[in-house]
């Protein structure tokens, strides 16, 4: 009898195998990242077609594995605007959020949406929050997301700097697009990303965005647009 052969297709959403991925993370090794490497670029042959969710996606996975460019598509990652407006009005109000926290009408919220691990780059948001005060006085900083790895470090850094009624941890929320929507500024620290729906979801409900200049938030944000 005859054999049927099926395509296989594959999504590709994260960064999986750039040096960078070693930065603040001594969990990762080079080695590591190498035996991942030359293993899914023997798997990869065996893909017909690749979907990327971001040039950079596609970039780092013809660099890192040889996959060929001619063989993945760019289809951008998107949010439902009517679901995130749906989402955002069900949760409390900006004031309802700040009296939750015991947080003055005045201030000024910052807000960061990720896990708590070294490539979320938590840690220089913290770092930054002293500069941020001097200039607007009622600055807080909201952190959203599961807790992880840099936990430990993130809250010990909070204290060491003086800053625990400045910098909130709030862990896992339902009510994210409401915290999103609340945000003065929301801001996105990450050392490297595939396509983050964070910042999606703050550019989509206008709320002013700030990230750091590399890939892929680079193709996200126009610098003094968003």
């Not at 993130?154 to 929507?181: K, S």
């Amino acid at each position: 009898g005859s054999t049927m052969r099926i395509p296989v297709l594959e999504t590709l959403v994260s960064i999986s195998h750039d040096p960078i991925k070693i930065i603040d993370n001594p969990d990762v090794s080079r080695l590591k990242l190498a035996y991942h490497r030359y293993r899914d670029a023997a798997t990869m042959r065996l893909v017909e077609r690749f979907q990327a969710v971001s040039g950079e996606v596609a970039r780092s996975w013809a660099d890192c594995t040889g996959v060929p460019r001619d063989r993945m598509e760019l289809i951008p990652r998107g949010v439902s605007l009517e679901e995130l407006s749906l989402e955002s009005s069900a949760g409390p109000s900006r004031a309802a959020l700040l009296a939750m926290h015991g947080l003055p009408e005045e201030t000024v919220l910052i807000v960061n949406v990720g896990r708590q691990v070294p490539a979320k780059g938590q840690r220089y948001l913290i770092e930054a929050i002293p500069t941020v005060i001097e200039r607007f006085p009622t600055a807080r900083a909201l952190i959203v997301g599961r807790e992880g790895g840099s936990t430990p470090a993130l809250r010990a850094q909070t204290r060491r700097l003086g800053l625990e009624d400045r910098v909130l941890f709030l862990g896992v929320r339902t009510d994210i697009a409401a915290i999103l929507r609340a945000a003065d500024v929301f801001v996105l620290p990450s050392l490297y990303e595939g396509c983050p729906g964070a910042l999606l979801e703050a550019m989509a409900l206008g709320i002013a965005c700030v990230a750091g200049r590399c890939p892929p938030m680079t193709e996200i944000l126009a610098d003094g647009e968003n």
